[in-house]
Every structure is written in structure tokens, then in C-alpha cells.
């Protein structure tokens, strides 16, 4: 939930921003773009100060997961910056649509395994609202960074 808190407030407050401080000078594209990098900064950042339940909520049989963890903070913290750069900004997106595919299974697996990090202690019952959330999410990457209008 957190994550989506962050993406929506921020955008919003740059919507504000721009309209009533900076004369539109941003583009929806760049301000969808830089909420989005907020968010992965803090998804991004969570791969290395909660290591251990991140392990936890990967499915059985997955190898190297700590260093899965961490390589997949790595990258969600690249994308962060590859969002807001315009030349990289349409590739950042793309391959973020398929990142967020693939991590898919870990948010089911940990839901139906019950581990305590962000609602997936609920059960099934979680992937009510993180299902369509993802979808969400790959939905604001390709309007704002693969579509960029």
C-alpha cells in the first residue's frame, strides 16, 4: 500500500506544482515518470533493510535468493534513475513492464506462505488488491514511459 501512497501523492503534488508554481513547464509524461522513480527508490531501497522477509516471500526452489533480492533492488533502483532521463526513458519503461511481471509469482508465493510484509500476512485474500495493483502499475509505466504523451 505504501507503494501506491508514494506514487499517488507524489504525482499529485507535482500536478500542483507544475500547474500552479511553474506555469506547466513539465511535461504529464516527466511528472508520471519522476513519481514512479520515487516510488522504485523506496521498493528499490527495501531489497537491502528488509533482506530477510523479501528471502522468505520468494517461491520454493528459487536459488541465490538473498542475492536475487538484492540484485532485483539494484535494479528497480536503475530504473528509478533510466525514467528520468528522456533518451533511456521509453527502454526504462519497457523493461519495467517485464520486471513487474516477474515478480509477480514472489508477491503470490509470499501471500500464500503468509509472510509479514506489506499485506501479504493476509493470505490469498492479498492478492485481491495486489494482483490488479500490479496491473496498475504496469499500466502507469506504459501510459508515462512507454506511450510518453
Given amino acids: 500500500m505504501a507503494p501506491l501512497v508514494v506514487l499517488?501523492?507524489?504525482y499529485i503534488l507535482f500536478w500542483?506544482?507544475?500547474r500552479y508554481l511553474l506555469n506547466r513547464k513539465l511535461s504529464n509524461s516527466?511528472?508520471?515518470r519522476v513519481a514512479l522513480a520515487l516510488m522504485l527508490l523506496m521498493t528499490g531501497s527495501a531489497h537491502f533493510f528488509k533482506t530477510d522477509v523479501m528471502v522468505q516471500s520468494m517461491p520454493d526452489g528459487i536459488p541465490y535468493k538473498p542475492e536475487l533480492v538484492y540484485f532485483t533492488g539494484i535494479l528497480e533502483l536503475l530504473a528509478a534513475v533510466g525514467l528520468v532521463i528522456d533518451s533511456t526513458a521509453r527502454?526504462?519503461?519497457i523493461?519495467?513492464?517485464v520486471f513487474f511481471v516477474c515478480v509477480l509469482?514472489?508477491?503470490i508465493a509470499g501471500s500464500l506462505k503468509r509472510v509479514?510484509?506489506?499485506g501479504m500476512e493476509n493470505g490469498p485474500v492479498y492478492l485481491y488488491f495486489r494482483i490488479p495493483l500490479?496491473?496498475?502499475f504496469i499500466g502507469w509505466v506504459y501510459f508515462f514511459g512507454v506511450r510518453r504523451k
Fill in 8 to 10: 499517488i501523492v507524489s
Fill in 30 to 32: 516527466f511528472m508520471g
Fill in 134 to 136: 500490479q496491473v496498475f
Fill in 91 to 93: 527502454f526504462t519503461g
Fill in 105 to 107: 509469482p514472489a508477491n
Fill in 16 to 18: 500542483l506544482t507544475n
Fill in 95 to 97: 523493461a519495467l513492464i
Fill in 116 to 118: 509479514a510484509l506489506g
